[in-house]
């Protein structure tokens, strides 16, 4: 009889320690590095960096973190710091102070979310394609609280990808080019399946450019699936975005786009109004001219190519390499 006692002290003792450490687990699983709101720090020499989670966006906001630091400031480190619906509500709250975005998404993303707008505000706002629109637009529904500085020139857009050899066959330097070939050769074209229906996909090259192509779904957005087949000739075009390595080690060709067809998607610095200071924007426009399209491909190339460099290895690299390792001016 004495047997049961002893049973259940046994258990008791060896379950505490057990959910003990289960619930250690949930809670560290569940850790959220941004739970900090109202913490925003008011000396404007103190920037703390977030980013969204794609490799593109942290190499950018860890080159914002290096070269700030060369220049005095004091910069923390919060890349990753989620999608664009995490990371904005962070910038507003104070958890960080800055992130890297694409100005066309972040234009859309804000007037979707920006309280008084009518759907015709939305629909007009997310209908703007070039840079200069998209400037002008954006401090109607950044709000009180954000603002944003100059653009980098390096835009990751969607686009109209060929081969080399597809260009020079054809003498293709624009989309309209290829409209000209479609109207006697079947022009394939590859991209995720949405690009079929999406303003901007097959109805907005149609409207804009009367190009006409046998749509051939894959949703690998632009990856090396897709990059397969416009290589291998088995389609003649592909949605490859512009600061993809691939365009320039497999020598592809991503035709011109004058009448706008796909939204501006240029690197552009957005942060919270209160960090704003001379210094800053000095810092962060220095960083932003030297973001070129190319020089966004070569990054990418750094991290997810052939040298498979850390993050923080090849914003360091670049930094170096421009020049920006050292107090501006000096």
């Not at 000209?180 to 690009?195: G, I, K, L, P, Y």
């Amino acid at each position: 009889m004495r047997t049961l006692p002893r049973r259940r002290t046994w258990i008791r003792l060896t379950l505490v320690p057990l959910i003990v450490m289960l619930l250690a687990t949930v809670v560290t699983g569940c850790f959220d590095p941004l739970n900090r709101a109202g913490s925003r720090d008011p000396d404007p020499r103190h920037i703390v960096v977030g980013s969204g989670g794609v490799l593109e966006s942290q190499i950018i906001g860890q080159i914002y973190i290096d070269v700030l630091e060369a220049n005095g400031f004091t910069a923390e480190n919060q890349l990753n710091s989620g999608t664009r619906e995490r990371y904005l509500p962070a910038l507003r709250a104070g958890d960080i102070d800055i992130a890297p975005d694409y100005i066309g998404n972040l234009l859309q993303y804000l007037a979707a979310a920006a309280p008084g707008l009518s759907e015709e505000e939305v629909t007009k706002y997310s209908s703007l394609t070039s840079l200069p629109d998209i400037e002008n637009a954006l401090p109607a529904v950044l709000g009180d609280d954000l603002l944003t500085y100059t653009p980098a020139p390096g835009s990751n857009s969607d686009s109209v990808t060929v081969t080399r050899q597809s260009a020079e066959k054809w003498n293709l330097v624009s989309i309209a080019d290829l409209a000209r070939v479609a109207q006697s050769e079947t022009v394939s074209f590859m991209a995720n399946s949405e690009f079929a229906t999406r303003e901007v996909g097959v109805p907005g090259l149609r409207r804009n450019y009367g190009l006409d192509v046998d749509f051939k779904p894959n949703n690998d957005s632009g990856g090396q699936a897709t990059i397969n087949e416009l290589t291998s000739g088995r389609v003649t075009a592909a949605d490859i975005y512009t600061t993809t390595p691939a365009i320039t080690t497999e020598n592809l060709v991503v035709l011109e786009d004058p009448k706008h067809n796909f939204p501006a998607n240029n690197i552009v610095p957005v942060l919270a109004k209160s960090k704003d200071s001379p210094e800053l924007r000095k810092v962060l426009d220095a960083v932003s001219a030297q973001l070129t399209v190319e020089e966004l491909r070569n990054l990418n190339e750094m991290v997810s190519g052939t040298q498979k460099l850390e993050v923080e290895d090849a914003a360091e690299r670049w930094v170096t390499d421009h020049g920006l390792n050292k107090q501006l001016g000096s």
